[in-house]
Structure formats: structure tokens, C-alpha cells
């Protein structure tokens, strides 16, 4: 009986005699900065991706405000409250397309005329004025579209530039009747002469409502402060007073420059800038008003007080926000500074209603006692 064994050899070598063992495999790791640049060029794939998709998204964006060109004032301002920047670009794109539209038929006309005489001539040049009447109408859309766009962040001074170019009245000397007849023409028309006509009769209108209601509510806080403020400086009041009616009237101002079309963002901007150089310019001025404002709040001193201050001794005749007018011993009148006043001692001489007196008298021994 044969018995057959089967062996098994570990370790055993090939005939090259390399070893035939199998050993783990090793798993091979990057390098940190080139699994931070993988992850930068993950999240710059990302923004790309969603960059083309809203790019897709604001160029599948068509124009809805300029399928009736007519459409009214009123409702245009309300249709473009709730649209994005992207999208108020293109209503304004699509709106300078409608101008540029009817600026090219009027060109085409004023060429037609230049070649015709006569009666054929006056009824291209009555063709023209409805068609610049059509272009404000255009324009005036644009403007407010345009704005509506700069509000939510835009730039619109390329095509403000743009309308600038191709609207107005072109003035020839060479065609004196032609240019009179255009300039009777705006001047009656509804959208030219008329409308600005009314809107100066606004803006004459709103300025004197405005000083009237402005000057009617100094009085109601002249009043209020007399009542509540019984003991406070007449200068006080005086201030409030004329603070009040400066700040209604300037509300009217502003109300009545946009009525004839001037932009209050900008006037705004442009009294900002200026009140800021005015600040830097007047400094020491600004500090006496300043103080004028903490003297008429703490009243330290009034009207009629015999005051020494800022190094001056004598009565109070008159205050305003910058300087103090005392009236000495010697008859003198000294303007101080306020500035100087708030930043010293104050003592007020008469300001209790009684205080000690010291006298010196000198007796002599042989006086009768």
C-alpha cells in the first residue's frame, strides 16, 4: 500500500530564487498640498458651474415691461419693484433699443426733408415733431427704468450718456423757420413745453406750501417749548424754532427739484461732500457752535447776568450760537467766543437772586466810634 503524503513548502523561491511570499499591499498617500490644490480646483469647478448657470438664467431673461411701449408711468414704477439687477439691465437695454429705434426713424425723416420743399416739407417736419413727441414718451420710460436699475446697484451712465445723445431739439441757424417751427411745436406739445410748463408751476407751488407749513410748525414748536420749557433760554427756543422751519423747507426743496427732474440722490451727495469740506474749512467755527449749543442747554449765564467768562467781566447784552456780547464796567462791548467761554471758569455774578457782600472800611484811631 502506497501511501502518498502531500507536503506543503513555505517559503519557497522560484527559480530565480526570488522569493515567492506575498506581502500586504502598500496604499499610497498624496501629499497635503496636492489635496488642498484638489480641493481648490473642486470648489473652482463648483463656481463655475454655478456662475454659467445663473449666467444662463439672466440670459434667458426677455424684456417685459416693453411689449407696450405705452404702458403708463404709474404702472411701469411698479413693474420693475420686485426685478434684480441682471434683469433691470436688460428692460433698460430693451428700452434703449425702442429709442434707438424711433431716434433712427426721425434721422430717416430730417434726411427726407433736406431734399423736399414746399408742402411736402412741412407735413415731413409736422411727421418729425410726433415722432420726437414719441421719443420722449421712450426716453421718459427709460429714465425711470434706468433708475430703478441704479438703485438696486447698477451703472446706467453709459446709456444715460446714450439718451443724452440722441434726444433734445437740434438747433440749425442755417434753417431758422425749421428750428422755430420745432421749438413752437415742443413748446405746445403735451410731453415738451406744457409738461414742463405745469412742472414749474409744481415747483413754485411746493416751495411756497412748504415755507407756509414750515412756518406754521415753527409756531406749533414755539409754542410747545413755552409751555413745556417755561424756564429755558430764549435763545433755546429760538434755535428749535428756526431748526424746524430750515429742515420742513428743505424737505420741500428737495421734493420740488424732483418734480422738474432733478434726482435727489445726487443733490444729496453733493450736500454731504460739501458739508464735509465746510467741516474740515471751519472748525474753529463749528466748536463755537458747539459750545453755543451746550451753553443754551446748561445756561450757565442769560441775558441781562453780570458774568465774568473767557476772561471778560461784565453784563450779558446778547447771545448767538457763536459768540457772547458783553457790555463792561467801563462801557465797553467785548465779543467773545464761545469756544472760549465753555472751555473757562463762568461765574455769574448776579445769578442768585442773593449773596454775600464783603466791604473793607479803613478807621482811623482818633475817629469817633
Given at each position: 500500500?502506497?501511501?502518498?503524503?502531500?507536503?506543503?513548502?513555505?517559503?519557497?523561491?522560484?527559480?530565480?530564487?526570488?522569493?515567492?511570499?506575498?506581502?500586504?499591499?502598500?496604499?499610497?498617500?498624496?501629499?497635503?498640498?496636492?489635496?488642498?490644490?484638489?480641493?481648490?480646483?473642486?470648489?473652482?469647478?463648483?463656481?463655475?458651474?454655478?456662475?454659467?448657470?445663473?449666467?444662463?438664467?439672466?440670459?434667458?431673461?426677455?424684456?417685459?415691461?416693453?411689449?407696450?411701449?405705452?404702458?403708463?408711468?404709474?404702472?411701469?414704477?411698479l413693474r420693475v419693484i420686485p426685478l434684480e439687477k441682471s434683469e433691470l439691465q436688460v428692460e433698460t437695454e430693451a428700452w434703449q433699443d425702442l429709442l434707438k429705434s424711433k431716434a433712427t426713424e426721425i434721422i430717416e425723416l430730417e434726411i427726407q426733408e433736406i431734399s423736399s420743399e414746399g408742402?411736402?416739407?412741412?407735413?415731413?417736419?409736422?411727421?418729425?415733431?410726433?415722432?420726437?413727441?414719441?421719443?420722449?414718451?421712450?426716453?421718459?420710460?427709460?429714465?425711470?427704468?434706468m433708475n430703478a436699475f441704479q438703485t438696486k446697484g447698477g451703472d446706467p451712465a453709459e446709456y444715460k450718456d446714450y439718451m443724452a445723445s440722441v434726444t433734445g431739439i437740434q438747433v440749425d441757424i442755417k434753417e431758422i423757420g425749421k428750428t422755430s417751427s420745432r421749438v413752437i411745436s415742443w413748446l405746445k406739445s403735451e410731453e415738451g413745453g406744457i409738461r414742463w410748463a405745469l412742472n414749474l408751476i409744481w415747483f413754485v407751488v411746493t416751495l411756497i406750501a412748504s415755507r407756509f407749513i414750515a412756518f406754521l410748525l415753527g409756531n406749533i414748536t414755539r409754542k410747545a417749548l413755552d409751555r413745556a420749557a417755561v424756564n429755558s433760554s430764549e435763545l433755546l427756543?429760538?434755535?428749535?424754532?428756526?431748526?424746524?422751519?430750515?429742515?420742513?423747507?428743505?424737505?420741500?426743496?428737495?421734493?420740488a427739484l424732483d418734480l422738474i427732474g432733478?434726482?435727489?440722490?445726487?443733490?444729496?451727495?453733493?450736500?454731504?461732500?460739501?458739508?464735509?469740506?465746510?467741516?474740515?474749512?471751519?472748525?474753529?467755527?463749528?466748536?463755537?457752535?458747539?459750545?453755543?449749543?451746550?451753553?443754551?442747554?446748561?445756561?450757565?449765564?442769560?441775558?441781562?447776568?453780570?458774568?465774568?467768562?473767557?476772561?471778560?467781566?461784565?453784563?450779558?447784552?446778547?447771545?448767538?450760537?457763536?459768540?457772547?456780547?458783553?457790555?463792561?464796567?467801563?462801557?465797553?462791548?467785548?465779543?467773545?467766543?464761545?469756544?472760549?467761554?465753555?472751555g473757562d471758569v463762568i461765574t455769574n455774578i448776579t445769578g442768585s437772586e442773593t449773596r454775600r457782600g464783603d466791604m473793607s472800611f479803613g478807621i482811623s484811631y482818633d475817629d469817633d466810634m
Open positions: 500500500m502506497i501511501r502518498s503524503s502531500s507536503c506543503s513548502k513555505e517559503n519557497e523561491g522560484d527559480s530565480t530564487g526570488r522569493s515567492t511570499d506575498h506581502h500586504p499591499a502598500h496604499t499610497m498617500t498624496l501629499p497635503i498640498p496636492i489635496q488642498r490644490l484638489n480641493q481648490a480646483s473642486m470648489a473652482l469647478l463648483l463656481w463655475a458651474a454655478m456662475s454659467s448657470f445663473i449666467f444662463l438664467q439672466a440670459a434667458d431673461y426677455q424684456s417685459q415691461t416693453t411689449a407696450d411701449p405705452d404702458i403708463s408711468v404709474e404702472s411701469l414704477k408742402e411736402e416739407k412741412d407735413q415731413i417736419n409736422q411727421l418729425v415733431v410726433e415722432k420726437v413727441r414719441e421719443r420722449t414718451l421712450i426716453a421718459d420710460r427709460m429714465t425711470i427704468v427756543k429760538d434755535f428749535f424754532v428756526h431748526a424746524v422751519r430750515k429742515l420742513i423747507f428743505l424737505v420741500g426743496l428737495i421734493v432733478v434726482q435727489s440722490g445726487p443733490f444729496l451727495a453733493a450736500f454731504g461732500a460739501v458739508g464735509f469740506i465746510l467741516g474740515f474749512a471751519l472748525q474753529g467755527t463749528l466748536a463755537n457752535l458747539a459750545a453755543g449749543i451746550m451753553i443754551l442747554f446748561h445756561r450757565p449765564y442769560d441775558i441781562g447776568n453780570f458774568v465774568t467768562a473767557g476772561g471778560v467781566t461784565g453784563k450779558i447784552t446778547r447771545m448767538n450760537l457763536a459768540s457772547t456780547t458783553f457790555l463792561t464796567g467801563d462801557n465797553q462791548q467785548v465779543i467773545v467766543p464761545n469756544g472760549s467761554i465753555w
